[in-house]
């Protein structure tokens, strides 16, 4: 493992301790800007060309052009898995609409800065949080309208995290004002009803179209399990079988408490559990070394 973590900003890698942007950068005054986390799994960027498709949508509904050819994007994200020795680890991409005098409006013709950084995380407690299950507390969804879209003006989110936090769980399930889950703070949502109905949240600008849950789906049905999609209020949550959370970073990860009343026993249900298996194989299949 490099003694030293790599960054890369607008062409160059940079040593992680000094990279930086411009001051003027609409990303930092603004949060004009979206991201991506990638997982990396044995070298394997995992689900890099659903976790790209989205970036483009994303910047699309913006209006703010890509920064590089997305081949060109595939050798920058494998050379900084290289430059930092990753095994296991993780990829943080983020692309603002550029630098610019500090205006609300947009001027055109910027040209969007883009910052990709990389860390290291240890699969055996990733595995372990599988094992056990974690807890959430449910929360007031207080975002913007147009949540399908991965920007970077994340502070309700943060604010719903910490909060979860500091009441010793690991995730808040946001709840809209008709009183439906629409998604967590960092994560999709899904529950598996009494009668064993696997339900999601449908896709709208009310939830992000998650790159993991999409997956899912593609291994669901595959296997020939059905899911839902549709919308589920925070009382029908409650008295789930069971209920699951899917990130990059989590796979299919059970939640065993929720707002202090035990879920399924308070451990990871047979679903959540063949969820994660079917996923963590499609995803392994398709993906392909980094080096």
Same mark, same amino acid.
């Given at each position: 493992?490099?003694? %030293? #973590? ?7 890698? +940079? *040593?992680?301790?000094? &990279? ?6 609409? /990303? ?51 050379e900084l898995v290289r430059r930092n020795g990753l095994r ?17 409006a947009a001027p055109s013709g910027l040209r969007p800065t ?30 913007? %309208? #147009? ?7 994340? +502070? *309700?989110?943060?604010? &719903? ?6 009441? /010793? ?123």
């Amino acid at each position: 493992m490099p003694s %030293a #973590r790599w960054a890369y900003v607008n062409g160059q890698y +940079l *040593p992680h301790a000094i &990279a930086g942007v411009h001051v003027e950068d609409r /990303g930092l005054q603004f949060a004009d800007a979206v991201y991506e986390v990638c997982a990396i799994n044995d070298r394997r960027l995992m689900d890099e060309e659903e976790h790209l498709d989205r970036l483009e949508r994303s910047l699309r509904e913006l209006d703010i052009p890509m920064p590089m050819a997305r081949a060109s994007l595939k050798l920058v994200l494998r050379e900084l898995v290289r430059r930092n020795g990753l095994r296991d680890g993780i990829i943080y991409l983020q692309v603002t609409r550029g630098i610019a005098r500090r205006d609300h409006a947009a001027p055109s013709g910027l040209r969007p800065t883009l910052i990709l950084t990389a860390r290291p995380v240890n699969p055996a407690v990733l595995a372990a949080r599988r094992q056990s299950g974690v807890i959430a507390i449910s929360h007031p969804d207080e975002r913007w %309208a #147009r949540c399908d879209i991965k920007s970077t003006a994340l +502070l *309700p989110n943060t604010l &719903a995290k910490t909060a979860a936090r500091r009441q /010793g769980a690991f995730e808040a399930i946001l709840v809209d004002g008709e009183g439906y889950v629409t998604e967590g703070a960092s994560t999709n949502v899904w529950i598996v009803t009494k009668e064993g109905e696997i339900v999601t949240r449908n896709l709208s600008h009310d939830i992000l179209p998650g790159v993991t849950r999409r997956v899912i789906l593609d291994a669901a049905a595959e296997a020939q399990m059905r899911i839902t999609q549709r919308r589920f209020t925070l009382q029908e949550t409650k008295s789930a079988q069971e209920i699951f959370l899917t990130a990059a970073t989590l796979g299919a990860t059970a939640v065993i408490e929720l707002d202090g009343s035990p879920i399924g026993g308070r451990r990871p249900g047979p679903i959540s559990q063949r969820i994660q298996s079917l996923y963590a194989d499609l995803a392994r299949r398709r993906a392909i070394p980094s080096a």
